[in-house]
């Protein structure tokens, strides 16, 4: 029985060895950046600096934000794409440039060999709002008022391959109807057109739309997730509109160069979701109509493959091309 013993012991020491050894593994002792893919004032950019602010705390280093907007996302998602596999350089990427844009255009990097996923950051639905000029309520008098005037409305959206862009798409197939892609270089020029009535429709972040709905000068018509938006309880969901299943989320992601030593992601891993978890950190988060929803490396790979799927299919459908 004692010589049995024996292996069982050594394994078990083994087994806690290396996670002793996973635990304490050491990121670079330099400034990390966080790259976000979009200007400072919005939504990632508002997650990003929360976030940021709590890792700086928790593992003693100082956490920098670098706000590379530009092509949608893309540009910052390159950066990453090619920066120093070290563990100094995380992204917090975004449903656009990982599972929608490759798909219409070169976009110089590979989402699922040059990023590597750390965990999911938040989540969100989009509302689509329209000025009070269009002369609607509801979600069904604006597909009643686009199948009669088919291609006269037009919504907005934060560029070609945004996730507000394939909202659009997404509910021009379901409904059978023709609504006008207009593409915007980000939130801020497409929601003053909208405020401007230059435009019919945007499909907004809540927390940019709310104070536009509270004033009156934009009307909610219907949130773009399964569920009903916790920022916004009062407003339907296009799913219970009359489109069972329709879901276009948006959401934030974080990731690391592809070459990162696995010890290294599976630590970066562990500080985020703990960073997230953290009651401050939520609180703040929910007060911006962000969820946050931290899981492991695998489930968000899974799921940038799954969302990747669905969208790749919708470009190839609706015949969707880059501007």
């Known amino acids: 029985m004692r010589r049995r013993s024996i292996p069982l012991l050594a394994v078990a020491l083994a ?41 700086q705390a928790n593992i003693g280093q100082t956490v920098v934000v670098d706000n590379r907007a530009g092509a949608g996302g ?33 976009v110089g990097y590979d989402p699922f060999k040059d990023l590597a996923p750390l965990t999911m950051g938040v989540s969100f639905p989009n509302v689509l709002v329209v000025h009070q000029g269009v002369g609607v309520k509801t979600l069904a008098e604006f597909v009643a008022k686009a199948k009669a005037q088919p291609g006269k409305l037009d919504f907005a959206s934060t560029g070609a391959g945004s996730a507000s862009h394939l909202a659009g798409e997404l509910l021009n197939q379901r409904a059978g109807i023709d609504t006008v892609h207009i593409p915007y270089k980000g939130g801020a020029p497409a929601l003053q057109d909208l405020l401007g009535g230059r435009v019919a429709a945007y499909y907004s972040t809540p927390a940019t739309a709310a104070p536009h709905i509270e004033s009156g000068k934009l009307v909610p018509l219907a949130t773009t997730g399964l569920q009903r938006s916790e920022f916004m309880p009062q407003v339907p969901t296009v799913a219970e509109s009359g489109y069972p299943g329709f879901a276009a989320t948006n959401w934030y992601a974080f990731m690391a160069p592809g070459k990162t030593p696995v010890p290294v992601l599976e630590r970066w891993n562990q500080e985020l979701v703990k960073a997230l978890r953290d009651p401050e950190v939520k609180a703040e988060l929910d007060h911006h109509g962000l969820t946050p929803a931290p899981g492991t490396r695998q489930q968000l790979a899974d799921y940038i493959a799954s969302e990747s799927r669905t969208w790749g299919q919708l470009v190839r459908e609706r015949g969707i091309k880059a501007d």
């Open 74 to 106: 893309n540009i910052a998602h390159q950066f990453v794409a090619k920066a120093e596999p070290d563990g100094s350089v995380i992204l917090l990427g975004s449903i656009g440039p990982l599972t929608i844009a490759p798909h219409l255009m070169k």
């Open 15 to 55: 087994l806690a060895l290396a996670a002793g050894q996973a635990q304490a593994q050491e990121l670079p002792r330099k400034p990390i950046t966080l790259v976000v893919g979009f200007a400072a004032g919005g939504a990632a950019d508002a997650a990003a600096r929360m976030i940021a602010k709590k890792l």
